[in-house]
């Protein structure tokens, strides 16, 4: 099992990074807000889950160790397998996540793109007295320049299966809430919740 990863980001791509560890390029799978925190060059240090099947081996990397943890809780829901948990963390943080299934909250875990009315049910039933409560809000990452927020954004929707167009309309409907320090990961979710609702 391979807990973590540290080196410097050699390639940062829509839905992974490549960390450089002894010589070797890890490729490491990672949600849109984990990604937008890393720059290639810079050193980080990426907490992993690594999933084994028959046919792959695949690195899962993560912002910190509660995000981690509740990757691999959630795929203890049945139907629930490690690309649709981290669709999930890439909607929802994971307080957001804890809220939701603790408060019977149906209509947020739709949002997430392959959790229906059913899915959403069943990852409540199974997960309440399992998750826990809130732990409270993530450390805040280190903004990335107001111009690159839209980039990425448009980025991490596309890699979760949206198309470009429609990936432009949910920019230009956040770009408002972007401020003079954008929070990627928060224009990522708000982006995902309007396209939910259109």
């Known amino acids: 099992m391979i807990a973590f990863v540290r080196g410097p980001v050699a390639a940062v791509t829509l839905s992974s990074a490549v960390l450089e560890v002894g010589g070797v390029g890890l490729e490491v799978m990672c949600t849109p807000g984990t990604l937008a925190t890393l720059r290639v060059g810079q050193p980080a240090t990426l907490p992993t889950s690594m999933i084994v099947r028959e046919d792959s081996l695949t690195l899962f990397g993560f912002l910190d160790d509660d995000e981690k943890a509740v990757f691999e809780l959630v795929q203890t829901a049945s139907g629930v397998g490690p690309k649709l948990a981290q669709a999930i963390l890439a909607v ?106 259109a």
């Open 92 to 197: 929802l943080a994971p307080d957001e996540l804890r809220r939701a299934v603790a408060g019977e909250d149906v209509k947020t875990l739709t949002r997430v793109p392959g959790i229906g009315q059913k899915g959403a049910q069943r990852i409540i039933l199974e997960l309440k007295d399992r998750l826990g409560a809130p732990v409270g809000g993530r450390p805040a990452s280190a903004p990335p320049p107001a111009a690159a927020w839209r980039d990425q954004v448009h980025q991490g929707l596309v890699g979760l299966g949206w198309s470009a167009r429609d990936a432009e309309k949910a920019i230009e409907t956040v770009a408002p809430q972007a401020g003079d320090v954008p929070d990627v990961a928060a224009l990522l979710r708000a982006a995902l919740r309007a396209l939910s609702k």
